[in-house]
């Protein structure tokens, strides 16, 4: 049985697949969590979307080769979720963490969305016996390379539409 996973939720690159810095937040509070559980294995979300990836190749690669870039071996990473959105990012990753008797599994997002992430995730694996945990990184609104008020709020709908659903 595998001891736990890691999940990074995607965030957007840029044109040439760099990540912009609340990408490269998640990958360092990643692997920071990864140097302390070193037996846990990676899952990264995070295709294409209008909003956060316009290249050819998915946002997870790109999480991929950052990590990869700091050490961690390309065995511990599991096979990318190419979602394009929180939900899909929750919905790919239940069967690839059920299929391995994964017993937790911590969200590394960023702070302006971990409470739609809490959620979906939550709602998305209710059904399971998975303890789940969530780590944000803060977000610099000087340096985070996007309109973080209008973030703020995108979340907030976003949330309450989800909740007016009763997903």
Same mark, same amino acid.
């Given at each position: ?50 909003? $956060?990836? /316009? %290249? *050819? !190749?998915?946002? #997870? =690669? ?58 979906? $995730?939550? /709602? %998305? *694996? !209710?059904?399971? #016996? =998975? ?37």
């Amino acid at each position: 049985m595998q001891k736990g996973v890691i999940i990074v939720l995607g965030s957007a690159n840029d044109e040439r697949g760099r990540l912009i810095p609340i990408g490269e937040q998640r990958g360092r509070m990643a692997y920071g969590l990864y140097r302390a559980n070193p037996d846990w294995k990676l899952l990264l979300t995070g295709g294409f979307g209008e909003h $956060f990836n /316009r %290249t *050819f !190749r998915p946002h #997870a =690669l790109y999480m991929k080769n950052f990590l990869i870039s700091r050490g961690v071996p390309e065995a511990d990473i599991l096979p990318l979720v190419e979602s394009r959105n929180t939900i899909e990012d929750a919905q790919m990753a239940k069967p690839l963490l059920l299929e391995r008797g994964c017993p937790a599994a911590v969200v590394v997002t960023s702070d302006y969305h971990w409470e739609r992430a809490r959620f979906v $995730f939550q /709602r %998305t *694996f !209710r059904d399971t #016996a =998975l303890s789940l945990f969530f780590v944000v990184t803060e977000t610099a609104e000087d340096a985070c390379g996007i309109d973080l008020v209008s973030q703020r709020m995108h979340e907030a709908r976003a949330l309450k539409k989800l909740m007016e659903k009763g997903f």
